[in-house]
């Protein structure tokens, strides 16, 4: 006689949630987008932090070490910069906590983290959002710099950052948005689709930095509202959880890891 009761073990597991759908333009599907990304940062990395000064008018290091200020980041504090790169949002971190020994930066690109500007004492792993390489509750803060939009699955990822962090450690995500206006998205549309890339191919010594630049507008305007990207953060055990904006386009979301 067949046993038709349910078994927990074999349950499916929940669906991958995608910041945002396959863009066919880069890569064929969702399988094949996670090796697509690694290539492009790693052979862009070289360019990445001149392109990057450029396409922010130089104002990308004050921003976001005012943004870690505002979501509570001092002195002492141990952090885990997921999505490190060349260490832009990490060096903020630094010039916070004041001891590179307290700091981990994690980046699933070789490439970009060769090109890091990183102080010793710094450790660097590679490795994904949704999988880190480091042990659970080791963290009182945890930072992602502008890479939200680059993994494969927001529930998994913020299901780790929540493991990694310890009860009461604080999460703090930087991306852009698309601004709520016609006009504000038709403007930014056009910076980044044809300004940024013009800079890039100008400005920079890589053949795929304006394919890079292009596909950063492409997933800024393919990704899931913020509401979605909160409500990700709330199943994931995170409480507290909320959305600052400045200019329109800068969303911070930050929250609480919840006792376990």
């Not at 976001?64 to 971190?93: K, N, S, Y």
């Not at 709520?180 to 795929?208: H, I, K, S």
């Not at 909160?230 to 911070?252: C, N, P, Q, W, Y």
């Amino acid at each position: 006689m067949t046993d038709l009761t349910p078994n927990p073990a074999r349950a499916e597991a929940p669906a991958p949630l995608p910041p945002h759908a396959p863009l066919t333009d880069y890569y064929a599907d969702e399988h094949a987008r996670h090796q697509w990304v690694r290539k492009v940062f790693d052979d862009t990395a070289p360019d990445y932090n001149r392109i990057e000064w450029l396409m922010a008018f130089g104002s990308g290091p004050w921003y976001r070490r005012q943004a870690l200020q505002r979501a509570g980041l001092g002195r002492g504090m141990r952090v885990l910069d997921v999505g490190t790169g060349t260490g832009l949002t990490a060096e903020q971190a630094l010039q916070l906590i004041g001891e590179p020994t307290l700091l981990t930066g994690v980046d699933p690109s070789p490439g970009m983290l060769a090109n890091a500007r990183l102080p010793a004492g710094v450790t660097v792993l590679v490795g994904r959002a949704e999988k880190l390489p480091v042990t659970s509750a080791s963290y009182d803060f945890l930072s992602m710099g502008f890479a939200l939009r680059h993994v494969s699955d927001l529930a998994a990822v913020f299901a780790e950052f929540h493991r990694a962090l310890r009860p009461g450690g604080t999460v703090c995500v930087l991306e852009i948005s698309r601004p709520q206006g016609r006009t504000a998205q038709w403007l930014l549309r056009q910076y980044m689709r044809r300004v940024v890339p013009l800079l890039a191919r100008v400005f920079g010594r890589t053949r795929d930095m304006p394919d890079l630049m292009r596909y950063y507008w492409d997933t800024i305007e393919a990704c899931v509202p913020p509401e979605q990207v909160m409500a990700a953060m709330r199943a994931a055990g995170f409480t507290d959880v909320k959305r600052h904006v400045e200019l329109g386009i800068f969303s911070e979301y930050t929250g609480r890891a919840a006792a376990r």
